[in-house]
């Protein structure tokens, strides 16, 4: 992936944090108002997150998704399967970058967290099954719906030791052609063959359906995982 065309906000940093790590935020110009907005109504405490680095993909259908295949939307464009190069190329050597600047714990580590939502949950997914260079997945409604995801998901590079939660709606799906109208069958697949190779993780429901539950998918993950 040509780094040097990519536009200059696709990687936005946070204030440095008293509280040691680093959280990654995929699709962050839609994710970081969100929690900020949480965080401002008092529904999360900032002073309990680490710092947090943004990153915005240049198309969502290109740098999440993990293969091409065709779009399930006559709408939208293909799927253009370089989440692989966006990993490897963009989010990765920004994560080993940031982390040397961050607070670490007394024995001197860095806890990693990566939060994605929709296609960029798909894509930590991705990168769990890949290099699971991450302590922690926060995954609010991941595209589990992908063709052939959840049929070729591997845990063998998954670490036992990682803690991940996914938040989604029960009514994610409903008036959606497949495959997305199976998102809830797909999901249930993947966490009963990831939840034997990293058993410390929460699986949480709402009655929303994938868009108007965000935020409160967003603020459950966070209380999940710094009790913010």
């Known amino acids: ?3 040097s065309a990519l536009p200059d906000n ?23 108002p969100k929690i900020a ?35 399930v939307r006559t709408e939208a464009p293909n799927f253009g399967g370089l989440g692989q190069e966006f990993l490897s190329d963009v989010v990765l050597p920004a994560v080993e970058k940031y982390t040397a600047l961050t607070t670490h714990t007394a ?6 967290t990566l ?27 991941p595209s589990t719906w992908f063709p052939n995801f959840v049929e070729t998901f591997d845990t063998s590079h998954v670490r036992s030791d990682v803690r991940w939660c996914i938040a989604s ?4 799906g409903n008036h959606h052609p497949e495959p997305l109208r199976s998102v809830r069958q797909t999901t249930d697949t993947l966490v009963e063959k990831l939840a034997p190779a990293a058993p410390n993780y929460q699986r949480l429901m709402d009655f929303y359906d994938h868009h108007k539950g965000l935020e409160l998918r967003l603020q459950r993950l966070l209380n999940f995982s710094f009790g913010a």
């Open 115 to 141: 939060l994605g939502y929709s296609l960029s949950g798909l894509c930590s997914l991705f990168e769990m099954q890949t290099t699971c260079r991450f302590d922690q997945y926060l995954l609010a409604s």
């Open 10 to 32: 696709t990687i936005t940093v946070g204030e440095r944090s008293e509280v040691p790590g680093l959280l990654v935020v995929l699709h962050g110009s839609l994710l970081m």
């Open 37 to 71: 907005a949480l965080i401002s109504a008092g529904k999360l405490d900032a002073e309990k997150l680490p710092q947090w680095i943004a990153i915005t993909a240049p198309s969502d259908q290109d740098c999440y998704s993990p293969w091409s295949a065709t779009s």
């Open 1 to 3: 992936m040509d780094l």
């Open 169 to 172: 709606g029960e009514n994610e």
């Open 107 to 112: 024995e001197d580590t860095c806890p990693l």
